[in-house]
């Protein structure tokens, strides 16, 4: 019986003794000791009770046997929720509980905390330390070396990743078997990876970018992965000689812009640099140039869709713009107001529809209308034009989002804790521009009328409940935010004024 992702990311590859996962110490794991090690992990999974489409929360640090995991959960029918290891216990409480998961898997160093909050929701804990350790691969080393797949359809659901939003709740992004699958074999091809291919990987593993593009990619193609826990300039200048291929968010890129080690000499070799999940400056990709001779693919993405348009492998890959839809990706840019679609050339709303585009928000049936038109199209929330070579030009965003490091914040979620401080009448969080992280987070707040709030237990109460790349750079009391005559709050004219305060290295 077929289980679509299974079958042609990891089944395919069964029995290979191929390099798969190239490790910082010297260690090679092969495409069999993967799938052996996920296999194993799947017996683990159903022991635990756990039937096909079941939830399994993730908070792991990134490692093989992270990522066997998520391999496990396609082959057992589960559907994987990877959380940011920089998610608060508050965070994770809310995800856990909104997705109804029945196992969540979680460093030691939680396990006393998430315990408690799974118990009072029928939910088991098992353990995954960085190192490999804990109760999931100590019950797993005692598993048979292979599991009997489970069926699924290319419709049904193989994960859900959390996605904030402008109101400050998250939404469970549910995606596909077909969703990943299809993404991931246009872009091995439209990229031209192969076989022979090395990927130097230091991205995140529960974020799209590292999972569902670059994991993803290479399982698609049976190449390897230098297999790095992190961005670590040295370790990656150590290892790039290895590689054939890198992908990264801007901040990578800009980080090894300013190390002289990473010449061109060093990149000489290189097949492929491809960036993505926050803009990249036009001014970094001709520096890129200038200093290697490679020009940096850029793709754009998101949560829900995967990867929706890509500079092309050949032909003119052209800086400020995210380059044309993938194949089987229609975008179109479209008005606000009525949804009638533009002339080219005009900014507007961008669309997108194609096997990419996720099935809805999990149990947020209004939400899902709201931003997915019967007609299949998804409202992104980006505002962008096509160029009449059929280029996407991202120039900025209709939802109130920043992006720093590649990472999303949504203001409101942060206006939430700052609003509910003692003192403070109002806030409002904009991004600004930052050198190393693209944007930084900068938090006003208006004073109740003869009270002066207390900023540094308001910076206690921030850390305490939102992830460290949440937390406000800076907080400044103003007397009051800009309005217009609707009473918005004029967030444009604050990201001006304060525009300067963290651009400079
Ligand atoms: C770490 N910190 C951050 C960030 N990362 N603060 C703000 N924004 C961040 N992105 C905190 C750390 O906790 C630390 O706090 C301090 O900032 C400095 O850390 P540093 O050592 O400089 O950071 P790092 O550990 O080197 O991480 C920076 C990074 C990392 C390498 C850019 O954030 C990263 O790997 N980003 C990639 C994110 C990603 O994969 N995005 C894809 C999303 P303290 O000083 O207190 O210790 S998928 C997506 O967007 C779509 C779908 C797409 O198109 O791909
Ligand atoms: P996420 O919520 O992590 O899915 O982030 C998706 C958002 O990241 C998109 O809606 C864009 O605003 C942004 N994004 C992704 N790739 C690019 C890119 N190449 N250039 C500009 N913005 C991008």
Known sequence: MPNPLYDSLFGVHAGKTTPFLMLIDGGVITHSDFLVMAAQIAHVLKSNGLKPGDRVAVQVAKSPEALALYAACVQSGLVFIPLNTAYTVDELSYFIENSGASLIVCDSRNEGELTELAQNLGAKVDTLDAN????LMEAASAMP??????PRNADDLAAFLY??????????AMLTQNNLLSNSTTLAKEWHFTDADVLLHALPIFHTHGLFVATNVMLASGGSMIFMSKFDLDAIIERLPEATSMMGVPTF???LLGDARFSRELTAHMRLFVSGSAPLLAETHIQFEERTGHRILERYGMTETNMNTSNPYEGERKAGTVGVALPG????ITDAETGEMLEQGE????????????????????KTAAELRENGFFITGDLGLIDEDGYVQIVGRDKDLIISGGYNIYP????????AQPGVLESAVIGVPHADFGETVLGLIVPKKGEVPDLSQIKEATSASLARFKHPRDLLLVDELPRNTMGKVQKNLLREKHKNLFALA
């Open 132 to 135: 490999g350790s804990g109760s």
């Open 145 to 150: 070396e292979s599991f009997s797949t489970e």
């Open 163 to 172: 996605t904030s939003g402008t109101t400050g709740r998250s939404k469970g």
């Open 253 to 255: 890129y800009t980080r």
């Open 329 to 332: 990706v229609e975008v179109k």
């Open 347 to 366: 900014v507007g709303q961008i669309e997108v529809r194609g096997p990419n585009v996720f099935k809805g928000y999990w149990q947020m049936p209004e």
């Open 412 to 419: 409101k979620e942060i206006e939430l804790v700052l609003d």
